[in-house]
């Protein structure tokens, strides 16, 4: 246990026993006990394994590589259809852990194999993300933001394409693209 980490758990007001049952599980697999992100944070020769996060309605193992896990028991989901590496199990009880203890610890398990292994997860590229038809209608209009947009980093560029396209409502996006027009102007991310 790292006590850098201990406040995160006795801070935590809601599924603080389901997270001490969970970090008793990752630690008993030989993993490292950092903080990232402010988080609970697991690691394996300083790669990242597996997380513990909370949420409203449950607590969860974040596995950083679970897209190349075999999930025998298909219990790994995709948070959104976004995320391309990350697969959580989420949990809603500690009794939901104590009976996925053996489980949970093989799916750890073939976590660190894929870590060592120096697997990677096949990322989407950038020019493969579709850009929201009100975006690509004031990029054909306007040069300058064009050539700004596509000098910006691939990350940034998969940030806008992802925030401007998560909207419903064609009116929203297009708020949403006006609002940015002059950050991508100055060459700035969505963050930034």
């Not at 990232?36 to 990242?48: D, L």
């Not at 193992?61 to 679970?66: R, T």
């Not at 990350?155 to 940015?180: D, H, I, P």
Request: glycine share 6%.
């Amino acid at each position: 246990m790292n006590p850098k980490v201990d406040f995160y758990f006795n801070k935590a007001k809601k599924w603080q026993k389901e997270m001490e049952q969970l970090r008793k599980i990752v630690l008993d697999c030989d993993l490292t006990e950092e903080l990232k992100w402010g988080v609970p944070c697991y690691t394996f020769e300083k790669g990242n394994i597996v997380l513990i996060h909370v949420f409203k309605e449950y607590c969860a193992l974040l596995f950083f590589k679970g897209a190349l896990l075999k999930d025998a028991k298909a219990i790994l989901i995709q948070q959104t259809e976004n995320v391309q590496a990350a697969r959580q199990i989420r949990f809603t009880n500690v009794q939901e852990i104590g009976r996925m203890q053996k489980t949970l610890k093989a799916y750890i398990y073939e976590a660190i194999k894929v870590e060592e292994a120096g697997l990677k997860v096949e990322l989407k590229k950038t020019k493969e993300f579709t850009i929201p038809e009100e975006f690509q209608n004031k990029l054909d209009k306007n040069r300058g933001l064009k050539t700004a947009f596509y000098a910006l980093t691939p990350g940034r560029q998969r940030g806008y394409m992802l925030y401007f396209s998560a909207a419903k409502q064609s009116k929203t996006r297009e708020s949403r693209v006006e609002k940015y027009v002059q950050k991508i102007l100055n060459g700035k991310g969505l963050d930034d």
